[in-house]
């Protein structure tokens, strides 16, 4: 894999994909924060060497490089997701390019369902950890030493100088940001009441089917990484509603901008 991660990367240099400082994910409905950017180059994944193969279900994915906040950006419109039927070590590929692309910094989004009843839906929330409920690790296979250890430490999995720093971006915009624990499954199905029920107890104050295995890659590569939710449903247990997907979308539209505000403001002090 290292000679592919390589191999990707000569590739997007070669592309003008120079000096990269900071990376980006955008999750489910998220892709605006591309409208910001000051566009250099995009790439279709499908046009990247050794980028996962996209399944039919998959939305068009690009990798874009430009400007925003006055630093030089990589950022995924589009992830990979367990769901699609890619591995581990497929969807956090894209991860190991950044890192070796010199990004210094990465900077996660998702779409959540909010378990914390106190947190509302077109809200967004800092996730300051996260619970692996994705029954895998992309880091249980053969080690790779180039890439960091084989035991990696998930005591600080997020950035505290990022999140202190995103932190007072929120305040300074007024953007509420809740904080708290995401779990993260494997989907594509909701949960039921019962694992509803279940995830509270547990700790989480919120669920999507992302982003923890791209966290456990940019720590075993010690990058710097942040991630924040919007959620988009309440999962009341109690009081369950029938998912409403384009009211899902909808909401992560509504709170986008939000996310951009947050993410500009924060590249600037980095
Ligand atoms: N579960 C419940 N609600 C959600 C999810 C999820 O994984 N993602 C976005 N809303």
Known sequence: MLEQVKETVAFLKNKGFLEAEVGIVLGTGLGKLTE??????????????NFPIATVESHAGNLIYGTLGGKRVVAM????????????????????????????????????????????????????????LQGGSPLAEKNIEEFGPRFVDMIEPYSKELNQKIKACAEKLKIKLFEGVYASVVGPQLETRAEYRYLKIIGADAVGMSTVP????????????????????????????????????????????????????????I
């Open 214 to 269: 791209e966290v456990i890659v940019a720590n075993q590569m010690n990058l710097p990484c942040i991630a924040v939710s919007v959620l988009t449903d309440e999962c009341d247990a109690d009081n369950l509603k029938p998912i409403n997907i384009p009211e899902i979308l909808e909401l992560a539209a509504k709170a986008e901008p939000k996310l951009v505000s947050l993410f500009t403001e924060l590249i600037k002090t």
């Open 77 to 132: 419109q589009g992830r990979f997701h367990l769901y699609e039927g890619y591995s581990f070590s497929e969807i956090t590929f894209p991860i190991r390019v950044l890192k070796l692309l010199g990004v210094e910094n990465l900077l996660i989004s998702n779409a959540a369902g909010a378990i914390n009843l106190d947190y509302k839906k077109g809200e967004l929330m800092l996730v300051e950890d996260h619970i692996n």
């Open 36 to 49: 910001a950017i000051e566009i250099i180059e995009t790439i279709s994944y499908k046009e990247i060497p």
